[in-house]
């Protein structure tokens, strides 16, 4: 069974306010087992919304609409679905008091536009709306049903989670999906796809998406089956044909970050980290510190932007300096043993490189970094090459060092 989206404003078309309802219900249907097939956006003008409701019930049994139901001129959401289904507007009684309750708690005077939202389509179900003032609507034609809600994101989720996607599931006739998503990093996503092998072998089970990023490559599987369980046990064999084959590049089976992922290794064995960063700038303390309860495995960073702040905050020789350069395998290292050192925590990374657009030389060119690995144990630091994009390669090169922490403390629980 199909399901579609109508998203209703001028204020999307313009950009001027981001279609986020659009995204989250469909979220939440697919974690409902349904999958969305089309999400339209439409202005606010008549004969273009009649026109995006006749496709929509020409291709879909579910469709569900956001926006255009306040009580304002250019508000014709109401009666545009109205004038479809040849209803009538009447009063509804139980609404105009809700209505009324809701401004007098609020200490404001009601004016003679707010009444206007307690007269309803008179064949359709209302689904009142406890965080607002405009109810919802519910049209069945034949097998066909339209669920008409307010575009304020609160007021829609609650009428969603509440009334219509229960209501979906008790009509819903189709295959069930489910998805899972795989996020992997140190690996460009061409590489990723040769890797994985035959593509159809895993698409016997479930759909397969690339969704690449700054951060990495995040693979999302997404199953059908008869019911949820069937589409479970179809997304388990996708999962493990792809495991398979770049188990080693997967850091998590869920839409998190590197950085939260990471923590959760280092807390799980009480291990703590410091970090040292010359071209990242702080950008990898600030990834981690965004992370609720980072106190636990966070010992503190140095930016060490200057050589001279290498080498008197880490203990970088000035030899060294002068001899491979600051961006260099050796500095990267010994800046990672300075801040373990430094901070007394039992691993830590470092960055040192260039990251554009300028200062590039043949041997160096902007996009180089040398990451670097400090443990009780081991110092190691790793040669990477990206792009000319400054910001973007902030960001590569803060996604590098984490990689490197990770893959070492996979190597350690191994």
């Given amino acids: 069974m ?38 339209s956006t439409v202005g606010d003008e008549y004969d273009h919304l009649v026109d995006a409701l006749k496709l929509a019930e020409s291709r879909a049994d579910f469709v569900l609409m956001t926006g255009g139901l306040g009580p304002t001129h250019d508000d014709i959401t109401k009666k545009v679905i109205s004038d479809y289904f040849k209803a009538k507007l ?12 809701r401004f007098k708690k609020r200490g404001i005077v009601m004016v003679k536009a707010n009444e206007e939202q307690a007269m309803v389509p008179d064949i359709a179900e209302i689904i009142i709306n406890k965080l607002g ?32 996607i ?31 092998g035959d593509m159809a072998k895993i698409e016997r089970f479930a759909r397969v998406a690339f969704l690449p990023d700054l951060a990495g490559v995040k693979i999302r599987l997404t199953a059908a089956g008869q019911d949820h369980d069937h589409a479970r046990r179809n997304l388990e064999e996708a999962e493990k044909l792809v495991r398979s084959t770049i188990e080693k590049f997967i850091f998590a089976d869920d839409d998190i970050k590197l950085e939260e992922a990471i923590a959760r290794m280092l807390a799980g064995n009480r291990k703590t980290l410091a ?8 950008l990898i303390s600030h990834q981690f510190t965004n992370i609720p309860g980072s106190s636990l495995i966070f010992m503190g960073s140095v930016v060490c932007y200057s050589n001279a702040a290498k080498m008197t905050l880490l203990g970088v ?9 600051s961006v260099s395998e050796q500095v990267a290292g010994a800046m990672a043993e300075g801040a373990r050192k430094r901070f007394g925590a039992d691993y830590a990374i470092s960055t040192t490189g260039i990251a554009g657009p300028s200062g ?55």
């Avoid at 279609?19 to 219900?25: E, F, K, P, V």
């Avoid at 009447?90 to 309750?101: A, C, G, N, P, S």
Wanted: overall charge neutral; glycine content about 10%; charged content about 25%.
């Fill in 360 to 414: 590039g030389t043949p041997d160096k060119p902007v996009g180089l970094v040398y990451v670097g690995y400090a443990d009780e144990q081991e110092t190691v630091a790793s040669r990477h090459v990206f792009f000319q994009d400054r910001l973007g390669n902030k960001a590569r090169f803060s996604q590098a060092a984490m990689n490197l922490l990770r893959t070492k403390l996979l190597s350690r629980e191994e």
């Fill in 317 to 325: 020789p000035r030899e060294m300096l002068v001899q491979f350069g």
């Fill in 166 to 196: 229960p209501d979906m599931l008790d009509r819903y006739r189709g295959a069930f999906s489910v998805r899972k998503t795989l996020a992997t990093t140190g690996i460009p996503e061409s590489t990723l796809f040769e890797t994985m």
């Fill in 275 to 282: 970090i040292a960063e010359s071209c990242t700038g702080g």
């Fill in 133 to 164: 003032t405009a109810p919802g609507l519910i049209f069945r034609k034949g097998n066909k049903n339209f669920y008409v809600m307010p575009g304020v994101p609160f007021e829609m989720q609650a009428m969603m989670t509440e009334k219509i």
């Fill in 90 to 101: 009447i009063l509804d009684r139980r609404v105009l008091k809700m209505v009324q309750e």
């Fill in 2 to 39: 199909n399901i579609e989206i109508i998203s209703i404003g001028d204020e999307l078309l313009i950009g001027q306010t981001i279609n986020t309802n659009a995204g989250w219900m469909g979220e939440q249907l697919l974690n409902a087992g349904m999958r969305v097939q089309w999400v």
